[in-house]
């Protein structure tokens, strides 16, 4: 913006001519007058903006200095556990390795653990984050019979350890007033596994029929559907409809208006990859791909919250075997939208995978380079970068490697890593104030 300098020149035609009576000495007073006015403004205006931008520094600092306070969850002896799941009781379930090497399905309510046991087999696990608040757990658990019929290690193997993560039978399953009880496959089936639970007795997940799907791989031999399961006596599974054309699929997360998302594809390996071809919503009866950030695979919806806003991670177009992957939030109004992983790491994060979601539309995940050696739990807090949450932990000791879960509280759930002995540990992390 110019300025013109106020007219000094008693003989300028313009001095007195538009303003009467006035003399030219009137009218060099009324410039300087103006001038003084205009810098008064100007003076204000300025101040103005200097207080709003301190304001929005202050406000942006503030926020910036959010703090949780973190305590370690208690463990059953090993040096392996985690929180996947956190409700608005503020349960956190997961699992804990015992001394032998074996996992156990666990929780954890007001700091006391709670050893889940399971059905029968070495380990058990939950995996994903279940949101039920009406006292209702589910997850996987091996069973007791070995050897498995086909020799399939399921999609449950990852989330055991070895020795014992292969070779046995294994169910999804609820547990409800201290009692684990394993959910029925589909017919001819041997295998299933539970990821969610809403508060109107559904259970959501995927189990196995009895055909041998051509479009396996590797250990698996049946093909596989995405199941909702309706809770009762007897327990009742019901097979949910896939994309066109594909083959097998798994539910992953429901919400309580009986909206369910998961994935869609043919079997593959049982682990994601090709069986995550379509990221998928199931509503009213039917089924809707979600879209992809370029790749058909590896397109998992992980969470849903009661707005029907979704969360997860997608395949990256030139890595068919996963690494790295692409967290996501899909909302209805504006489809989805890619999540990036933390910036200025070295090495630098490639890779960020987002786990949970609260009605706020927090979302909390993981960040990691490209070889998964720095990992670091996050938070995208209604933005497309996230924050460390290691940069928000106060004086707590670990490593804050990922995070699982977040419900309505804020509340944080996940995996912590031990900088002295190198243990995994199962964290809860609680906004200054909520306590």
Not at 4 to 9: E, G, H, M, T, V
């Amino acid at each position: 913006m110019t300025t013109q300098k106020p007219i000094l020149n008693s003989q300028s035609p313009s001095v007195g001519r538009d303003r009467g009576p006035y003399s030219a000495q009137y009218a060099v007073n009324d410039g300087y007058r103006g001038w003084i006015l205009l810098l008064i403004i100007l003076v204000a205006l300025g101040g103005a903006a200097l207080v709003f931008a301190q304001n929005t520094a202050a406000q942006t600092k503030a926020k910036a200095k959010t703090q949780y306070n973190v305590s370690t969850l208690a463990s059953l002896g090993g040096t392996s556990s985690g929180g996947n799941s956190i409700n608005d009781q503020s349960w956190a379930a997961g699992y804990s390795r015992l001394p032998d090497r074996n996992r156990h399905a666990t929780l954890w309510r007001n700091g006391a653990l709670t050893d889940l046991n399971t059905l029968g087999g070495p380990n058990s696990s939950v995996t994903w984050n279940v949101k039920n608040t009406a006292g209702i757990i589910v997850g996987i658990s091996q069973t007791a019979t070995t050897p498995e019929p086909n020799a399939e290690n399921w999609s449950s193997a990852a989330f055991y350890s070895t020795p014992n993560n292969i070779g046995y039978i294994n169910l999804g399953f609820v547990w409800q007033q201290g009692q684990m009880r394993g959910l029925p496959n589909f017919p001819g089936g041997n295998n299933g596994f539970a990821t969610g639970a809403n508060n109107l007795g559904q259970v959501v997940g995927w189990a196995e029929n009895g055909f041998h799907d051509p479009t396996c791989c590797c250990t698996q031999v049946l093909q596989f559907r995405p199941a909702m399961w309706t809770l009762g006596s007897p327990d009742q599974i019901h097979e949910l409809p896939l994309i066109p054309g594909d083959t097998s699929g798994a539910a992953t997360a429901i919400n309580d208006n009986g909206q369910i998302v998961g994935i869609s594809g043919i079997c593959d390996q049982a682990v994601g990859r090709h069986t995550a071809k379509h990221a998928v919503l199931w509503e009213n009866g039917g089924v809707t791909d979600i879209g992809n950030l370029g790749a058909q695979w590896w397109n998992t919806p992980t969470a849903i919250n009661q707005h029907g806003d979704v969360v997860g991670f997608a395949g990256d177009p030139a890595f068919v075997e996963g690494n790295p992957l692409h967290a996501f939030i899909w909302t209805k109004d504006n489809g989805i939208k890619a999540l990036k992983p933390l910036r200025g790491r070295v090495p630098q994060h490639v890779d960020s995978e987002a786990y949970g979601i609260n009605e706020a539309q927090q979302v909390v995940g993981v960040s990691c380079d490209a070889d998964q050696v720095d990992c670091r739990a996050v938070i995208w807090d209604h933005g497309v970068y996230p924050t460390d949450l290691n940069d928000l932990k106060g004086d707590y000791s670990g490593i804050l490697a990922s995070a699982k879960d977040i419900n309505n509280k804020g509340e944080i759930t996940g995996r912590a890593v031990d900088p002295t002995t190198g243990a995994l540990i199962a964290y809860l992390a609680v906004p200054v104030g909520n306590n």
